[in-house]
């Protein structure tokens, strides 16, 4: 079996190695590399000067060497090759057999653990080594690592089915009287309402009502000398007058209030005793003769007769003009002094 080296052992090697180059002599063969030589190898050649290591990997090669040959010493026998594949190979060797010095390991053997804590401290899921080898030395075990938190996984959700909202009764009433349907009807009635109102203003053409012609006006004595009534002159068109200044007679007789010039009609001025037309400023006296203006002729009488039960009743159907000699029709007057 190769001796395993241990890491005091690969340094004083590496020393000696330093040594060696730093000395002006020949070359010797180095205490720990010449020894193993001398001791194991047949002596076929002797020992050559180490040559002065240039750097880590010269090192690592001469420990190499220096591990394969001692093996070999020891044994003399080829079966020694696994011990010396054993040997560290690499600074990652060395460096896991050191950390695994307390253990006793073999750098070889501590390769996968020097790998898998490099790995773990490499994740920053381990503390630093000196504190883990400070807990072990202390008997104490290692912290717990915190294992990282699982992602969660987030599955999509499926979004909620849209559900459509209830119409509310107003809404359904809104939807209802602005559909076309309901529009169409709408406008169909109002046209049907527009026909059977004008079909209705048809039926009842345009008339005047009129008041009847004859119709009586009260007893004499209630149209005293003198005076002109205008009761009438706005419902019926006339004046009632009672004057005895035509021709000297006491008479009670109806004018009609139309304007003999181009028939509008004159208003009675109480203050100046006549008609005055407000049209073409025609006058009449309180008898109707015109007196001034354009009127060509005097006012108009209508019938006018005492009935049987003492009022007076006048007749608008029939006209008296003075310019004909009418006036003195017994239908155009009646006696004043029954008044
Ligand atoms: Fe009366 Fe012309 S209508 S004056």
Redesign the pocket.
């Known amino acids: 079996m190769a001796k395993k080296l241990t890491t005091e052992e690969i340094l004083k090697m590496s020393r000696a190695n330093k040594a060696d180059q730093s000395d002006t002599a020949p070359a010797e063969p180095a205490a720990g590399a010449a020894a193993p030589a001398e001791d194991s190898a047949p002596a076929k050649e002797p020992a050559k000067p180490a040559a002065a290591p240039k750097g880590a990997a010269d090192i690592m090669a001469a420990i190499r060497a220096k591990g394969a040959g001692g093996a070999e010493a020891s044994s003399g026998k080829p079966e020694a090759k696994p011990a010396a594949a054993a040997a560290p190979k690499s600074p990652a060797d060395i460096m896991a057999a050191i950390r695994g010095k307390g253990a006793g390991a073999a750098p070889a053997a501590a390769k996968p653990a020097a790998k898998k804590a490099t790995a773990e401290a490499s994740a920053g899921n381990l503390p630093p080594v000196g504190e883990m080898l400070a807990q072990l030395k202390a008997g104490k075990k290692p912290a717990a690592v915190e294992a990282p938190a699982k992602p969660t996984l987030k599955l999509p959700t499926r979004p909620a089915p849209k559900v459509a909202p209830q119409p509310t009764r107003r809404a359904f009433l809104l939807d209802v009287l602005l559909s076309p349907f309901a529009l169409a009807w709408t406008v169909l009635a109002a046209t049907t309402g527009a026909w059977v109102l004008m079909l209705a203003r048809f039926m009842f053409p345009n008339m005047i009502v009129e008041p009847p012609t004859s119709f009586k006006i009260g007893p004499p004595s209630d149209f005293p000398l003198g005076t002109v009534s205008t009761k009438y002159t706005a419902a019926n068109g006339i004046w009632i007058v009672h004057t005895n200044q035509y021709k000297g007679k006491d008479l009670i007789y109806v004018l009609a209030s139309v ?6 009609t ?1 208003s009675w001025l109480e203050g100046e005793q006549k008609f005055k ?6 006058g009449f006296y309180i008898n109707g003769m015109n007196f001034e ?3 060509p002729r005097p006012l108009e009488r209508v019938g006018v007769a005492l009935s049987s039960d003492g009022t007076l009743e006048v007749d608008k159907s029939v006209k008296f003009q003075e310019e004909k000699g009418q006036w003195e029709d017994a239908k155009s007057f009646v006696d004043g002094s029954i008044a």
Do not use: E, Q, R
């Open positions: 304007c003999t010039h181009l028939g509008c004159p037309c407000p049209c073409h400023g025609s203006g354009p009127a």
